[in-house]
């Protein structure tokens, strides 16, 4: 399971069990390798299941209290809502024998004049372009690859968002 959790997390709670720790009580938030989200001892679909080798991301929208999920670069959407205010740490578990997880970078970023910008821009791009086609100098374009790439892609529209193409919703008779 991959997720968050507060500093209240009892971490001893577990030991004696073979149970996944994410999702049990209400100080943690946790996605499975099936694609369910667990939170509060409850359980809903979220996504299919992750295959081997999937990088999965998560962002902690403290702002609005939002907690979402990637999976390999793309947006899986909002797994849950109503966070503002809390101090969230990363939290890797696994019960599965010969899984190999590896946190790539957890990093914390404070609402910002930086952060607006680049979710305003992000708003005006398609999920696949974002910042490689934006006509910036090398060393601005590769900064916001390294350091804000995440703030372009959570806030970038999908193609029938950018058009405004909504397929119209059949009357029933």
């Known amino acids: 399971m991959i997720g968050v959790g507060t500093a209240d ?6 030991k004696t069990s073979f149970s996944s720790l994410l999702g049990k009580d209400e100080e943690t938030w946790g996605l499975s390798y099936f694609g369910t989200f667990h939170h509060a001892g409850q359980t809903k679909e979220y996504t299919t299941r992750l295959e081997r080798g999937a ?6 929208d403290g702002w609005n209290g939002r907690l979402s999920y990637f999976r390999n670069n793309q947006p899986l959407g909002i797994a849950a809502e109503g966070l503002q205010g809390k101090v969230l740490y990363p939290i890797v578990t696994s019960t599965a024998a010969r899984t190999k997880m590896r946190l790539i970078r957890s990093a914390s970023v404070s609402y910002s004049l930086q952060y607006q910008c ?6 005006c791009l398609q999920f696949q372009d974002c910042i490689e ?22 806030n970038a529209r999908t193609e ?3 058009s405004g193409a909504k397929k119209p919703k059949r009357k029933r008779k």
């Open 118 to 123: 680049c979710a305003s821009i992000g708003r």
């Open 133 to 154: 086609n934006l006509p910036l100098p090398p060393g601005i374009r590769r900064y916001l690859s390294n350091q804000m790439d995440w703030a372009f892609r959570v």
């Open 55 to 60: 990088v999965i991301g998560v962002l902690y």
């Open 9 to 14: 997390v009892d971490l001893s709670q577990f």
């Open 160 to 162: 029938e968002e950018l």
